[in-house]
């Protein structure tokens, strides 16, 4: 069964620091990752997409990497922003036929000035 | 450049009404897809529409019904509502040209059954 894991389920920091959220999936066979931002009672927002080849992207101060023998993907936030207040959702895109996504639970992520 | 809208923002219902939720797709966007996402969770899909036709399918009941119009605009029904189909119902577009299916996602609609 195609599943994305996603930790910590919330996270809090302090503004300025940095983070790192981590998705985990076994979704098969592959074709994409990304990793979406929502904020509370809107839609998602894309911050990154990667395929099979490529192992870092960034968006500013987003940074994603994927590691696709381990199927493991993070995201690294720095120098936080009080405005980085939201959920991070990652999805793992398969491309069998028509593309299925498979989504996260996403990481709730707070910053406190 | 709108990007998604969706309409209503906010709806109450009852058990056993019915509800029709409206998305309008990013101007150039052909395809629309609807998720369905509980609080605290991920988004889940609904399905898909391409062409005017339900192309993809996810794990939800016949109650779950849409369109897609000639202008590319979709609508998901849901009848016979229960309780459980309180969520964040989301719309997202996307184009067949660009390879990735990169969605757009509109704001959502947030239904409420009592």
């Known amino acids: 069964k195609n599943q994305v894991e996603q930790s910590p389920q919330s996270l809090i920091i302090l503004e300025g620091k940095n983070c790192t959220l981590q998705c985990n999936y076994t979704v098969s066979p592959f074709s994409n990752l990304r990793w979406y931002k929502q904020d509370t009672g809107r839609g998602p927002v894309s911050l990154t997409i990667?395929?099979?080849?490529?192992n870092t992207k960034s968006n500013g101060r987003y940074t994603a990497t994927l590691d696709a023998d381990t199927k493991q993907s993070s995201l690294h936030i720095t120098a936080s922003q009080l405005s980085d207040s939201a959920s991070y959702i990652c999805?793992?895109?398969?491309?069998?036929?028509?593309?299925?996504?498979?989504f996260g639970t996403g990481t709730r992520l707070t910053i406190i000035p | 450049d709108a990007g998604v809208t969706q309409s209503p923002t906010h709806l109450i219902k009852t058990r056993g009404q019915q509800v029709t939720l409206r998305c309008s797709p990013k101007s150039g966007h052909d395809t629309v897809s609807w998720y369905q996402q509980a609080l605290g969770q991920g988004p889940q899909f609904i399905f898909q529409?391409?062409?005017?036709?339900?192309?993809q399918r996810g794990n939800f009941p016949d109650r779950f019904s849409g369109h897609q119009f000639p202008n590319y605009s979709s609508e998901l029904n849901v009848n016979a509502l229960l309780l459980g189909d309180s969520a964040l119902y989301l719309c997202a577009s996307s184009s067949r040209a660009n390879g990735a299916n990169v969605l757009t996602f509109g704001a959502g609609s947030r239904l409420t059954v009592l």
């Open positions: 529409y391409y062409e005017e036709e339900e192309r």
């Open positions: 999805v793992v895109s398969t491309l069998f036929g028509n593309e299925k996504l498979t």
């Open positions: 990667m395929t099979f080849s490529e």
